[in-house]
């Protein structure tokens, strides 16, 4: 069984190099579900995962050039006090509520990835931007201009709770903060996401290993996996389209939440 | 050659290292697993990994010291005090 659960992690961590996830949204579901872990336990072996998935992908796009990390550092100062938070927090909340909340994410998720109108609004400047350079999808380094730096700061607090609780690594609601809030290029978004999530996930996942909470032979065969899954998908990246990379953003959204209410409400 | 500003490249080897050993000692934990050993070597393989991130960060912050960036190094100083805060309160509590 862990030889399959390490094949699953493979499509985790494809999935998450493609769209700037850790894999999380794969790796809890299949572990509470297939496995039968409680939420706890599948939060804590997801978030080793989702930091293999971040290690293998974020290597690869740092070297590109692809993502900004002046911009991953300053998201994360308050993506990561919210990790903290919410780790404290998960183990007073009942299975159920968990599972309900991270369908929640996951609908309002694939609703903005889907509907939203014309993808990326050009940047407006302003008082709360700020230049970043990056380089683009064609290979060219130059300097960018990205909005709303505080506030889509103030909004990645809440993503790192989430990311704690649900053992997600909270790419799910950043990369939609920058790509659609903060006007961000899609490739960039989840290149960012991807290195961001890395820190996010070890804030998660420090508090849980140091009160033993880590079942290894579950975090290890979702690491091993996520992490083949990661390297195969920075590959797979450079040859798809950035609007249909939120189409199928949006797709597995709205499967996971269904497994995961299904969840919630003891079906599954 | 490395893409993007110099920081990129010490963040990438960092994370490339601690993730390259902490997969391959996950490996070898996962078989003496299933060979009914013991987890002590995964448990190993779980740190090892983990760490990564924050090795980049470490790494980021020394080059942004360097090349006298104390705007974003500052950045970077404060990220990792709240990642060490986040251990020490995980530890006490």
């Given at each position: 069984m862990l030889f399959v659960l390490v094949l699953i992690a493979v499509g985790g961590g494809i999935v998450g190099a493609l769209f700037g996830l850790g894999g999380g949204i794969i790796f809890v579901p299949v572990l509470t579900i297939l496995f039968g872990l409680d939420v706890t336990a599948a939060s804590a072996a997801s978030l080793i995962g989702v930091v293999a998935t971040s290690s293998g992908s974020a290597a690869v796009y740092l070297k590109k050039g692809l993502p900004s990390i002046r911009v991953g550092m300053f998201l994360e100062i308050s993506t990561c006090i919210g990790a903290a938070v919410g780790a404290f927090m998960a183990a007073y909340l009942a299975d159920w509520l968990l599972c309900l909340i991270f369908?929640?994410?996951?609908?309002?998720?694939?609703?903005?990835?889907?509907?939203?109108?014309?993808?990326?609004?050009?940047?407006?400047?302003?008082?709360?931007?700020?230049?970043?350079?990056?380089?683009?999808?064609?290979?060219?380094?130059?300097?960018?201009?990205?909005?709303?730096?505080?506030?889509?700061?103030?909004?990645?607090?809440?993503?790192?709770?989430?990311?704690?609780?649900?053992?997600?690594?909270?790419?799910?609601?950043?990369?939609?903060?920058?790509?659609?809030?903060?006007?961000?290029?899609?490739?960039?978004?989840?290149?960012?996401?991807?290195?961001?999530?890395?820190?996010?996930?070890?804030?998660?996942?420090?508090?849980?290993?140091?009160?033993?909470?880590?079942?290894?032979e579950y975090a290890a065969a979702v690491a091993v996996g996520a992490f083949i899954g990661a390297t195969i998908g920075t590959v797979i990246?450079?040859?798809?389209?950035?609007?249909?990379?939120?189409?199928?953003?949006?797709?597995?959204?709205?499967?996971?939440a269904a497994l995961m209410l299904l969840r919630a409400g003891g079906i599954l | 050659m490395t893409a993007g500003p110099p920081e990129n490249r010490r963040a990438a080897v960092a994370l490339q290292y601690a993730s390259y050993a902490g997969v391959a000692v996950m490996a070898v934990g996962l078989v003496l697993i299933a060979a009914g050993v013991g987890e002590t070597v995964a448990l190993i393989g779980i740190g090892l990994l983990i760490i990564g991130p924050v090795l980049g960060l470490a790494a980021v912050l020394v080059t942004l010291i360097q090349e006298k960036d104390w705007k974003w190094a500052g950045t970077a100083a404060v990220l990792a005090a709240v990642l060490a805060v986040t251990m020490l309160l995980s530890y006490f509590f």
């Open positions: 369908a929640g994410v996951m609908i309002y998720n694939g609703y903005i990835m889907a509907f939203s109108p014309t993808g990326r609004s050009a940047p407006q400047g302003g008082k709360d931007s700020g230049r970043f350079t990056w380089t683009d999808t064609n290979g060219t380094t130059g300097e960018h201009t990205v909005d709303h730096l505080h506030s889509g700061a103030a909004m990645c607090t809440g993503a790192g709770a989430l990311s704690a609780m649900t053992g997600v690594g909270g790419g799910t609601i950043k990369v939609p903060i920058m790509n659609i809030y903060m006007h961000i290029p899609i490739k960039t978004a989840a290149a960012t996401s991807n290195y961001m999530i890395g820190l996010t996930a070890f804030t998660g996942a420090i508090v849980y290993f140091i009160r033993g909470q880590v079942l290894p990246n450079q040859h798809v389209n950035a609007r249909a990379q939120k189409r199928y953003f949006s797709v597995i959204a709205f499967l996971v | -």
